[in-house]
């Protein structure tokens, strides 16, 4: 049986940083990358202030702060079951797992490291991302001049779940399946 070395990966939000790291660690083995709802602007643009205003809340209430940071994810039009269910799991979350990984993810964004780290990368990639947050896409391109992004209107965070149809036919798009 033969197996193919090489993996297209897709990350979703916090994903797609995990993505950029396997991709540095495993050149040779990745081809590209498919961002979903995630590299809106990869050069810094938070200060170490901002983060620990997002994170303080967290630290001293995970489930009620984490609610309501999960909630602005959401747009209106979402079916409501949608949020619900996203809402409980993210909140069910161990807190200092939670909070380690967004002060991670902060600090790489902070440092630059996130934005070196997208820099280096030798393979396209490609952001489907939700319009309820801008994306720069010339911005990134100035860090990786093969970064495009695809944007699905009237989405939100969770567009592959909110929007499956609309978002695999962009996947499918993008990584050129065929319809």
Same mark, same amino acid.
């Given at each position: 049986?033969?197996?193919?070395?090489?993996? *297209?990966?897709?990350?979703?939000?916090?994903?797609?940083?995990?993505?950029?790291?396997?991709?540095?660690?495993?050149?040779?083995?990745?081809?590209?990358?498919?961002?979903?709802? !995630?590299?809106?602007?990869?050069?810094?643009?938070?200060?170490?202030?901002?983060?620990? /205003?997002?994170? !303080?809340?967290? /630290?001293?209430?995970?489930?009620?702060?984490?609610?309501?940071?999960?909630?602005?994810?959401?747009?209106?039009?979402? %079916?409501?079951?949608?949020?619900?269910?996203?809402?409980?799991d993210m909140t069910a979350a161990v807190p200092d797992v939670a909070l380690s990984a967004f002060e991670d993810m902060g600090t790489r964004h902070?440092?630059?490291?996130?934005?070196?780290?997208?820099?280096? *990368? !030798?393979?396209?990639?490609?952001?489907?991302?939700?319009? *309820?947050?801008?994306?720069?896409?010339?911005? %990134?391109?100035?860090? *990786?001049?093969?970064?495009?992004?695809?944007?699905?209107?009237?989405?939100?965070?969770?567009?592959?779940?909110?929007?499956?149809?609309?978002? %695999?036919?962009?996947?499918?798009?993008?990584?050129?399946?065929?319809?």
């Open positions: 049986m033969c197996r193919s070395r090489e993996a *297209l990966l897709i990350g979703h939000s916090m994903g797609g940083t995990v993505a950029v790291e396997a991709a540095r660690l495993m050149p040779e083995r990745v081809i590209g990358i498919v961002g979903v709802d !995630t590299f809106h602007h990869v050069a810094p643009q938070m200060s170490q202030s901002d983060l620990e /205003q997002m994170l !303080t809340p967290m /630290q001293e209430d995970f489930a009620n702060a984490a609610r309501h940071f999960v909630s602005t994810m959401f747009i209106e039009e979402t %079916n409501p079951a949608l949020p619900d269910w996203i809402i409980r902070i440092d630059g490291e996130a934005a070196q780290h997208f820099e280096e *990368l !030798t393979v396209p990639v490609v952001a489907i991302n939700a319009d *309820l947050w801008p994306t720069d896409v010339e911005a %990134n391109r100035q860090l *990786l001049p093969e970064f495009d992004a695809v944007i699905v209107e009237g989405s939100d965070h969770f567009l592959h779940m909110a929007k499956p149809a609309e978002f %695999n036919r962009e996947l499918d798009r993008v990584i050129g399946t065929p319809p």
